[in-house]
């Protein structure tokens, strides 16, 4: 039996990392490539380590997922205002390849749940490594969910079909409350 819509997310269960146990052949977020990604594709690409999956449940239902892998971000892609001091040509990032929201969860704040996990893995992986934003290949469709969150719209992407958002992670603050550290 599907989810039924929570009014808060914080019900949801505190992301797994995909597995081999795990049926996924049922998400449906209503995109054909990102649905076909978790059913089909998400499994291997984690084997060949170019992403790593976190699924969220609700109760045992999966309402959302995203895969994080390193990126960067070509600082000419980027206007003028919005780049560093530092004489570097690309800028290091986590790139969210993939996020997916269940269609029954959707607009209930699962993929701000989903988004601010993701900001936390960025955080913690900039206190390790370099990494100061946060990056999605945006469908046109999501282009205002992730510009709500603070995202911005790299220029010049009226023609791309998955459309280029960056964060800086140093100019958002964490949600109050936090994410979990486990993961």
């Given at each position: 039996m599907p989810a039924k819509p929570s009014h808060n997310p914080n019900d949801l269960s505190f992301p797994k990392i995909l597995d081999n146990s795990d049926d996924t052949s049922n998400f449906s977020c209503g995109k054909k490539e990102i649905d076909e990604f978790i059913q089909k594709q998400a499994f291997s690409f984690q084997q060949q380590?170019?992403?790593?999956?976190?699924?969220?449940?609700?109760?045992?239902?999966?309402?959302?997922?995203?895969?994080?892998?390193?990126?960067?971000?070509?600082?000419?892609?980027?206007a003028a205002h919005d780049r560093l001091t530092q004489h570097v040509n690309s800028?290091?990032?986590?790139?969210?390849?993939q996020l997916g929201v269940c269609n029954g969860q959707q607009g209930e704040?699962?993929?701000?749940?989903?988004?601010?996990f993701c900001f936390d893995r960025a955080i913690r992986l900039s206190q390790r490594v370099g990494c100061r934003f946060l990056v999605v290949?945006?469908?046109?469709?999501?282009?205002?969910?992730?510009?709500?969150?603070?995202?911005?719209l790299a220029p010049?992407?009226?023609?791309?079909?998955?459309?280029?958002?960056?964060?800086?992670?140093t100019k958002r603050q964490p949600t109050p409350g936090g994410q979990p550290t486990d993961v």
């Open positions: 380590r170019l992403g790593i999956t976190y699924l969220f449940h609700q109760g045992a239902d999966l309402v959302g997922f995203a895969t994080l892998c390193m990126g960067h971000i070509n600082k000419h892609k980027i800028y290091p990032a986590l790139l969210i390849g704040g699962v993929g701000t749940y989903i988004c601010d290949d945006a469908l046109e469709s999501a282009v205002k969910f992730y510009s709500k969150y603070g995202f911005t010049k992407q009226e023609k791309e079909k998955q459309k280029l958002m960056f964060l800086d992670i």
